[in-house]
């Protein structure tokens, strides 16, 4: 494990910039030390403040980057031609065809075979899908380079 004063050298080195990002710069460092595996109580040792602060700030760079990704995800789906809305009660087997004839209307080509397919939507879905049953509305975007995202409304 690395020296904990190493954190400036790591966030230089990746290129951090806090004014380009939705994290503070105390965020980044309480993440990247995470990342590297110190404790809570270490990297608090080391600010000087409590463990429960970095507890604090490791949860709240978590919860901006988990926002961050939910913002990208949107923007793609906003962009993306093909959109497929998949309704509560479908069988997760029938939303491959849909997909596909989707794709085809726009020429899009879908860069997954069906089974692929379907454990991408069900593993993106989270809770929305289990086992073959669409449980909650789904939609399903497909940018025009083939890449799949799937949100839930």
């Known amino acids: 494990m690395s ?3 190493d954190a400036a050298d790591v966030l ?6 806090s004014e380009r990002s939705i994290l503070t ?3 980044a460092e309480v993440l990247c030390l995470r990342e590297q595996g110190f404790a809570q109580a270490d990297i608090a040792e080391w600010l000087g403040t409590s463990r429960a602060n970095v507890s604090s700030v490791e949860a709240s760079a978590r919860e901006n980057i988990s926002k961050a990704r939910e913002t990208v995800a949107f923007a793609e789906a906003l962009r993306a ?3 497929v809305s998949i ?4 069988d997760l087997y029938d939303v491959p065809s849909r997909v596909y004839s989707a794709c085809d209307e726009a020429g899009v080509k879908v860069s ?3 089974p692929e397919l379907m454990k991408l939507v069900s593993d993106a879905a989270g809770d929305a899908v289990r086992g073959r049953e669409v449980r ?3 939609l399903i975007g497909v940018t025009s380079e083939g890449a799949v995202r799937v949100r839930t409304p």
């Open 3 to 5: 020296d904990i004063a």
């Open 12 to 17: 230089d080195r990746v290129g951090f910039r």
């Open 25 to 27: 710069r105390r965020q």
């Open 81 to 83: 031609p093909v959109q």
């Open 87 to 90: 309704e509560g009660g479908t």
């Open 112 to 114: 997954y075979a069906a």
């Open 136 to 138: 909650r509305d789904i």
